[in-house]
């Protein structure tokens, strides 16, 4: 990890009126850099991102370093060097996001919405009709511009436990069992800002799964 020194500018800060004690500089090592914004004045690197899912939200937390520059080429050298140390990490990100296969543990305690496209797709997964997954495995709540139309079910009416779909190879090593056809939440779920993933899970062995989710009715079964 590359640590960005911010007290070496402190000398910098008697011109442009920022702090000048390092005490009052925000060190915290600069990591995951998200954005880079230069305007004619400033600099604003955004970076240190978590973000908590609850129910229904989530909470975006990230830090920001801002710094008015000057024409002084000095410091315009040593804000170029920290620019690129971030655009470093930036480049960087990508290859860094992977989750510990066997993990899954947003497949509890937090619920992916479900679009008609959505819906359509798993239905064409499991060979099903839309409306049988809308019956099936969809909690039903159509939000207000009417483009999700409800929820995956959890597999009890516990809304912190397992969605319906999620499968154990072993115990602790959990796979989506319609991995195919998951719905689009899913396919963005990213894992910057995980915390409270089981750090003993490899990130490079790739998970032996297990069967695909099966399900109860099949098309064209007739329900009682
Ligand atoms: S690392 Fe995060 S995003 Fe990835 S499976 Fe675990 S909880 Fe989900
Ligand atoms: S559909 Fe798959 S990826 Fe999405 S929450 Fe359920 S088990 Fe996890």
Excluded at 2 to 12: E, G, N, Q, V, Y
Excluded at 37 to 51: G, K, S
Excluded at 81 to 86: G, N, T
Excluded at 125 to 144: C, F, G, N
């Amino acid at each position: 990890m590359t640590t960005i020194d911010l007290t070496a500018l402190r000398k910098f800060t008697l011109e442009t009126g920022q702090p000048t004690h390092p005490e009052m500089l925000d060190t915290v090592p600069m990591e995951h850099v998200q954005d880079i914004e230069i305007d004619q004045e400033h600099i604003t690197i955004t970076y240190n991102q978590t973000i908590n899912h609850y129910y229904n939200t989530s909470e975006n937390i990230e830090r920001e370093w801002i710094y008015k520059y000057n024409e002084d080429p000095e410091f315009v050298a040593a804000v170029a060097k920290v620019i690129d140390l971030a655009r470093k990490h930036l480049h960087d990100l990508p290859e860094n996001i992977a989750c510990p296969p066997g993990c899954a543990e947003c497949c509890s305690g937090y619920e992916p919405f479900v679009s008609r496209s959505d819906v359509e797709r798993i239905a064409s997964h499991l060979h099903l009709t839309p409306q049988e997954v809308l019956d099936e495995y969809i909690v039903k709540r159509t939000s207000a511009d009417g483009y999700h139309l409800g929820w995956i079910r959890k597999v009890t009416d516990d809304i912190a436990d397992q969605c319906v779909f999620l499968k154990e190879s072993r115990p602790g090593k959990f796979y989506c069992g319609i991995y195919e056809g998951r719905p689009d939440d899913c396919r963005d779920f990213s894992p910057i800002g995980c915390t409270d993933v089981d750090t003993t899970l490899s990130r490079n062995k790739p998970l032996k799964i297990g069967a695909p989710f099966q399900p109860k009715r099949r098309k064209n079964s007739r329900r009682k």
